[in-house]
Each structure stands twice: as C-alpha cells, then as structure tokens.
C-alpha cells in the first residue's frame, strides 16, 4: 500500500475505512521508539465523518475541516491522584475529509494520513502546534534514515 506515484492500489474505489484504519496501523508500527511505545495503548478508529456534536463543540463549519481529533487528557496534564478521565482516550481520523485532502495535495494516502495521525499524537502529548510540526519533521528524519 505504498505507491510511489501517491496513486491507490484500487484505483477504481477510492479507500475504505479499513484501508485507512490499515495505513494508521502500518504507521503506528513504523514510529521509532519512544513515540511507538508511547502511542501503542491509544486506540485510533477511521470514521466517514465527525458526528455534528464534535463539530460543534469545537466550532467548526465545514466537516471537510476536521480531518482528525485527540480525545482524551494529553500525557502531560495528567496527575498521580487524577480521577478517571470522563471518556477513554482516543484518536479518530475521518476518512471522507482526509480523502479530500489527499485530493487536493496530490501526494500519496500515507503522506496525508501520516500528517493527521502525527498531528493528533502530538496533541496527546500535549504539545504546541509548533511542536507537533518539529515532531513530525523528527519522526519523518527518523523514518526516511531507517532502523
């Protein structure tokens, strides 16, 4: 499921949610350590779309615009004596909106779905906008200079 020219192996259909639930978890699998043991008790679920309360809660519009979502406490608000979270923790990418980007880029799936799935991790930890880009350019050095 890597094809150089970014074009889908089935490219009559466009990716399934297990297509994509497929690529996170071949992405997962290659995160250097420590980021892999530190995301692998986070589950991910691939949807079609964010539901209309996700989207109003955080006061979006266009569903295009929410191609993924952390939910949970990120690892670096949590406390030795913290209650239970309200909900577990997860993260969902929404495959109709992550199609339509890797539409509009021209790039390949995994390029795309590893951009949202790094972004949503890095909200997990916790981190800035500006951090999660230098993870995402440190996981991408790491990856492109292998094991």
Do not use: N
Request: aromatic share 6%; charged share 30%; hydrophobic share 40%.
């Amino acid at each position: 499921m890597r094809p150089e020219d970014g074009a889908w192996p089935g490219a009559m259909y466009p990716p399934t949610l297990d297509d994509i639930a497929t690529v996170a978890r071949e992405l997962l699998r290659e995160l250097p350590e420590p980021f892999r043991r530190l995301v692998a008790v986070v589950p991910v679920k691939v949807e079609d779309w964010p539901d209309e309360a996700t989207l109003d809660s955080l006061e979006i519009e266009d569903p295009l615009e929410l191609t993924g979502l952390y939910r949970g406490v990120p690892v670096g608000e949590r406390h030795a004596l913290a209650l239970p979270p309200e909900e577990p923790e997860m993260i969902h990418l929404y495959r109709m909106p992550i199609l339509h980007e890797w539409c509009e880029r021209g790039c390949s799936l995994e390029e795309v779905v590893f951009d949202v799935l790094m972004h949503e991790i890095g909200h997990h930890f916790g981190m800035s906008e500006e951090e999660v880009l230098a993870l995402e350019a440190e996981v991408r050095r790491q990856r492109a200079s292998g094991p």
